[in-house]
C-alpha cells in the first residue's frame, strides 16, 4: 500500500464506526496519523488499538459534537495530537433520526443541525485557517443522496445535509485559493451500525437505486480517501455520488 500520506494527521470525526470507521482504517494503511472522535470511549479505543496492531498510528478524542465547546476543544487536541498541523478533516460523524415533520421533537431537530452543521462549521472554522497558513490541506465533507431530492420522513436530516452540500461550496471559494481542498461525497443506502434499525428498510432503498444493493462503509471510504489524496489535487468544490447510481434516475 502506498504511504502517501505518510507525515500528515488526518482529523475523522464518528471515526469508531461506520464509515468513519473504515476511513480511518484507509488513511492509517498510507500512512496518516489518524485522531479518532466519537462519543463512545469504548468503541473509539478498541479502533485504535486495532490500527494500531495493522500498524498504523491513531489517537482517540472523546467528544459529544452536540456540545460546541467541545468542538472547539477537539479542534485544538487533534492539531496538539498532530505535532501542531492537521491535514485532513473528514466530517463524517452525522445523526438521523428519521420520521414524520409532525412527530420530530424540539430536541431532536436542534440535535441533527447541531450535529450535522454546526460541527462540521466550528470545526472548518478552526482547522481550515490553520491549513491555509501552511499552503495545503483538504476538507471531505459527508453528506447523502436525500440532500438532493424528497424523500418522506427524512425532512430534518436530509436538509441538514443540503446545508453542508452548500457550506461545501462556499468553503471552496473562501480557501481554495490557500490551496485548501474541499469536497464532499454523497453516499446511498450504506451498511453500518447506525443504519442497522432500518431493518429491511434499507434493502428497500437500496433497490431503487440501478446498481439495486446496499453499499459497504470500505466503498464510501474509498471514495472520501481518494478526494483528501493529491491524486484528486485538481478536485475541488465538488460532491462525489456513491450512491449506486440513485442520482442518475
Known sequence: MTQDFAGRTALVTGGNSGIGRAVAG??????????????????????????????GTADFVQADLADLDQVRSLAKQAVELGGGHVD???????????GP????????FDAVF???????????????????ARGSGAIV??????????????AAYGSSKAAVELLTRSWAAEFGPSGVRVNAVS???????GTAVMGEGLD?????????????????????????SDQASL???ATLPIDGGRLAV
Open 204 to 228: 428497500g432503498l437500496a433497490g431503487t437505486t440501478p446498481l439495486q444493493r446496499v453499499g459497504l462503509p470500505e466503498e464510501v471510504a474509498a471514495g472520501i480517501v481518494f478526494l483528501a
Open 88 to 98: 485532513v478533516l473528514v466530517n463524517n460523524a452525522g445523526i438521523f433520526p428519521f
Open 26 to 55: 484507509q488513511l492509517a494503511q498510507r500512512g496518516a496519523h489518524v485522531v479518532i472522535s466519537g462519543r463512545d470511549t469504548a468503541r473509539g479505543n478498541k479502533a485504535v488499538e486495532e490500527i494500531r496492531s495493522a500498524g
Open 187 to 193: 453516499p446511498g443506502p450504506t451498511r453500518t451500525e
Open 235 to 237: 478536485i475541488h468544490g
Open 101 to 108: 415533520t409532525a412527530e420530530v421533537s424540539d430536541r431532536d
Open 114 to 132: 447541531a450535529v450535522n452543521v454546526r460541527a462540521p462549521f466550528y470545526l472548518v472554522a478552526e482547522l481550515a485557517p490553520l491549513m491555509a
Open 141 to 154: 465533507n459527508v453528506t447523502t443522496m436525500v440532500a438532493y431530492f424528497g424523500m418522506s420522513g427524512m
